[in-house]
């Protein structure tokens, strides 16, 4: 299982509707649903061929009652997770949810010092079965921080997982921070604008064509707030809302025809999705995605 310290090893999609949810990401993604409820807890995972990608489960009554929204959550694997919470809080985070066991392993919920959820597994019982498959269809290839300063919350990701930049250093630009976990390239991290009221992790899957899956979105319900755009890389982007409002990101190979190509050197780029904005700016050469 994907084990791996420092990687992310799960995802969850916290929701209002699980059915409607588990119908729209098999269009969009390609995802199949499958009951991995407990005797006290209604719990579904999402499916790449045979292999889980992540779960699927009601959003919690008291979260709602508290203002939380549908939401997905990345969980980070560590090898001691009281020690990694406790580590948490000097470094200036927050830990939500202290450390439990629960169906999918021994978890806790946790909070940057900028106030970005994220999640913490030990030993998970379901999981992508090694880093090679992040750009495999149907996994979770890029995971991207928009956060309330980049350039500060680096080191606490560094300190906490061991995350190293993975831009050259004689690469100037500081919008765009590009990182791996154990020498592999997982992530970029860049700073929101001020309209944005939380700082958050957004997820990228996988898909063949993302004309069709963008199309998919569209005909669900669900919303595109920014895209395709094609990447230097070769890579199409876009970012898009469940229609249970959850916020996330596709990436494909393909694009639909009469897109405009980004510049060959550089790209730049700002979403709005409402009240969430985010900008940034990408600049050759970048590590593979």
């Known amino acids: 299982m994907a084990d791996q310290p420092g ?3 799960w995802y969850e999609l916290l ?4 059915a409607a949810a588990g119908a729209f990401y ?11 409820s407990t005797a006290g807890l209604a719990y579904a ?15 919690p009554e008291e979260g709602r009652r508290m203002g939380a929204t549908p939401r997905w959550v990345g969980y980070v694997a560590v090898e001691d997770i009281d020690a990694t919470a406790a580590q948490i809080g000097r470094l200036g985070g ?51 921080l928009l956060a309330a300063n980049q350039q500060e919350i680096f080191d606490f990701y560094g300190k906490l997982f061991g995350w ?10 500081d919008l765009y921070e590009v990182f791996a976990a154990g020498g592999q390239t997982i992530g970029g991290m860049l700073t929101k604008l001020p309209s944005v009221q939380q700082p958050f992790w957004l997820l990228y899957f996988n898909v063949d064509d993302i004309g069709v899956a963008t199309k998919r979105v569209s005909a669900g319900g669900g919303r595109i707030l920014q895209g395709p755009i094609e990447l230097p890389d070769g890579c199409w982007i876009a970012r898009c809302a469940d229609p249970q409002g959850t916020l996330f990101a596709l990436q494909g190979a ?24 985010s900008h940034g700016r990408m600049v050759l050469p970048k590590p593979k995605r």
């Open 15 to 18: 929701t209002t509707d699980v």
């Open 26 to 36: 098999g269009e969009v993604v390609g995802w199949g649903v499958k009951d991995a």
């Open 7 to 9: 990687h992310f090893a």
């Open 94 to 144: 927050a830990v939500l949810v202290p450390p439990t066991d629960s169906n999918i392993g021994r978890i806790a919920v946790v909070a940057d010092p900028q106030n970005a959820t994220f999640a913490l597994i030990k030993q998970p019982a379901y999981g992508q079965p090694n880093p090679d498959t992040l750009d495999e269809p149907g996994r979770v290839g890029w995971h991207e």
């Open 164 to 173: 190293q930049k993975a831009r050259a250093e004689n690469d100037s630009t």
């Open 254 to 277: 393909q694009g639909p025809k009469g897109t405009a190509r980004a510049s060959a050197s550089e790209i730049g780029w700002s979403a709005r999705y409402g009240s969430i904005a």
């Open 45 to 59: 995972t999402f499916t790449a061929g045979n292999a889980p990608v992540g779960g699927l489960m009601e959003l």
